[in-house]
């Protein structure tokens, strides 16, 4: 009997001033645990470096994710299972995200897309601005690539703990570091994704 091969999970995140990139490392613990092989990548910044230079938070993030490998669509192609994680901008993803699902016209053209799974987080600065949309936003985009998608829904108690949001991970982001229920929603996502993926690999 052979011994089924790793998931191969694709964690993408886009993070203004480092949020969102806690997030995504902390589904690659997650995930990792499971045996699963992770690529953590961030999108390519869209923004100006003369407008990130003015800000001294958002330079900094930039200078701590210099070693996060740039996401490219041979990722996408790549991975069994996607979890994408972006801050919201009103009421949807931030655009540097927008801008990476638009060069996979390729990969969705010819079904390299489709039959992944696809999970989605995000973070806004209060609980009530947009984050829901954000997310439900996301899963129509891997609607239209055929990718299955794979909500936490009210799987676990975390759920609740950390806000009680279905579609996914969200955080309120306020400069702190993500609370302990932060963390464990998001491995239980984490995981959740990997066990579905794994029921339709094998």
Same mark, same amino acid.
């Given at each position: 009997m052979t011994t089924p091969s790793p998931i191969k999970l694709a964690i993408v995140y886009y993070s203004t001033y480092g949020t969102n990139h806690a997030m995504a490392e902390a589904a690659a613990e997650?995930?990792? #645990?499971?045996?699963?092989? /992770?690529? /953590?990548?961030? /999108?390519?910044?869209?923004a100006p470096q003369a407008v990130i230079d003015t800000q001294d938070a958002w330079k900094a993030q930039q200078e701590r994710s210099a070693d996060v490998p740039t996401a490219t669509p041979a990722d996408l192609e790549w991975a069994d299972a996607y979890l994408f994680s972006s801050p919201t901008r009103f009421g949807g993803a931030a655009s540097q995200v927008r801008a990476f699902i638009d060069t996979l016209g390729g990969l969705w053209g010819t079904g390299k897309l489709? =039959?992944? @799974?696809?999970? #989605?987080?995000?973070s806004a600065q209060n609980p009530n601005g947009g984050q829901e949309t954000t997310l439900q936003t996301l899963y129509i985009t891997a609607m239209h690539w055929g990718s299955i998608i794979v909500a936490p829904g009210y799987?676990?108690? #975390?759920?609740?703990?950390?806000?009680?949001?279905?579609y996914g991970a969200s955080v309120?982001?306020?400069?702190?570091?993500?609370?302990?229920?932060?963390? @464990?929603?998001? #491995?239980?996502?984490? *995981? *959740?994704?990997?066990? /579905?993926? @794994? $029921?339709? $690999? =094998?």
């Open positions: 997650a995930a990792r #645990a499971t045996g699963a092989e /992770v690529r /953590v990548l961030k /999108v390519p910044e869209t489709a =039959n992944k @799974t696809f999970s #989605a987080m995000t799987t676990d108690p #975390a759920i609740f703990a950390s806000g009680g949001n279905p309120t982001a306020n400069g702190q570091p993500l609370s302990d229920e932060d963390r @464990t929603t998001i #491995a239980h996502q984490t *995981r *959740r994704l990997i066990e /579905v993926t @794994t $029921k339709l $690999k =094998n």
